[in-house]
């Protein structure tokens, strides 16, 4: 088969690759769509304790079952199946409580697991037990369907905010995951939904998913703003959905008496810490929470709300690229010209 290797920091070379063998306790997924996320491009430029090169990454995707064992049950030949990435060992307190991406080992799809950059992956009998491997309809698309795993982290992320009917939501940063976030506050109850978002590119398509405010932050200043639209209250919930340490500051300076905020992007390796008056928690009486990833749970719920279009993602899909053209896609990625950028391993 063909797979996009990561032959060492900085290089991805599409290649001859033997095509996965499965057996009893394993099955063979054809690969039919796969986005590339931005902790792929972050794991072919700087590395990852958990790659270890020559590897096989990506991990936002979605394909067909075309082997299973003969001890395998969770899924058959002709399945079509969304996959998630963190895999839970089964075996920790953190996993056997539902909560593994909480799991020390965290073992991960396009990690320590080989991913979804290629035309076929091996599903392993860890993968099919205790995994997101997530039965999709016929009608749902694949490339849709691979954006339950981005949806699933955006889930746990608001699972920890307290979100409920008539509050106010603010989300910094509106990439792929930030545009979703807004779609999903609606459904979670948010009434007011404000938006802040940099660059033009991104704030065009953004501005589909019809946010109550917009706010640029090189036009006018964030935290102001965002507490003026919320009656001088700061808002209850502030999401940092980008890697900005400002927004981080930015989020705990604006939140609400009482309010919640999520630190849901991560930062850069050398960040500065973030500069906070712990004070300003202390007399807001505010929650500071952070998310990183997700669980099966999460990801079956992110395909629901696929499959009801109560998230949309059709406004997201930039991008379009054969395997064989996968660079051609992280380039896009790298320049930030895009959203989503979808590679389909298996269009020539
Ligand atoms: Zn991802
Ligand atoms: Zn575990």
């Not at 539902?98 to 320590?112: D, P, S």
Request: proline share 5%; hydrophobic share 40%; net charge negative.
């Amino acid at each position: 088969m063909k797979a996009a290797v990561m032959e060492e920091l900085g290089r991805l070379v599409v290649k001859d690759v033997p095509t996965p063998e499965i057996d009893d306790d394993s099955a063979l997924l054809r690969v039919e769509a796969v986005s590339i996320c931005g902790s792929d491009v972050r794991i072919l430029n700087y590395g990852n304790p958990r790659v270890q090169p020559p590897a096989i990454i990506g991990h936002e995707a979605a394909g067909a079952i075309v082997q299973a064992g003969k001890n395998v049950t969770r899924v058959k030949v002709g399945d079509r199946v969304a996959l998630g990435a963190d895999v839970p060992c089964g075996q920790c307190n953190w996993c056997r409580n539902g909560l593994g991406n909480n799991c020390a080992i965290n073992y991960a799809i396009g990690y320590q697991i080989p991913g979804a950059f290629a035309q076929f992956m091996k599903l392993s009998r860890l993968v099919l037990e205790e995994g997101p491997v997530t039965r999709i309809s016929d009608t749902l698309p694949f490339e849709i369907a691979a954006f339950a795993e981005p949806l699933a982290c955006a889930i746990n992320g608001f699972e920890l905010v307290n979100l409920s009917l008539g509050k106010s939501v603010v989300i910094i940063g509106l990439g792929p995951i930030g545009c979703a976030m807004i779609d999903l506050a609606r459904q979670m109850g948010a009434t007011k939904v404000i938006g802040v978002q940099r660059s033009q590119l991104r704030m065009d398509i953004a501005k589909s998913y019809e946010a109550d405010v917009y706010i640029n932050p090189r036009e006018e200043d964030v935290v102001a703003r965002c507490r003026a639209e919320t009656g001088g209250e700061g808002p209850d919930i502030v999401i940092t959905a980008c890697g900005s340490v400002e927004a981080h500051e930015q989020a705990v300076e604006m939140v609400a008496h009482r309010g919640y905020v999520n630190l849901f992007g991560g930062l850069k390796k050398g960040t500065r810490p973030m500069s906070l008056l712990s004070n300003t928690i202390h007399y807001k009486e505010c929650f500071v929470t952070g998310s990183h990833g997700s669980t099966p749970r999460q990801h079956e719920l992110a395909v629901q709300l696929l499959e009801k279009g109560l998230v949309r993602v059709e406004p997201l899909l930039t991008h379009h690229f054969p395997l064989s053209d996968i660079n051609r896609g992280f380039e896009v990625m790298d320049s930030k010209q895009g959203m989503k950028i979808v590679i389909h391993p298996n269009q020539v």
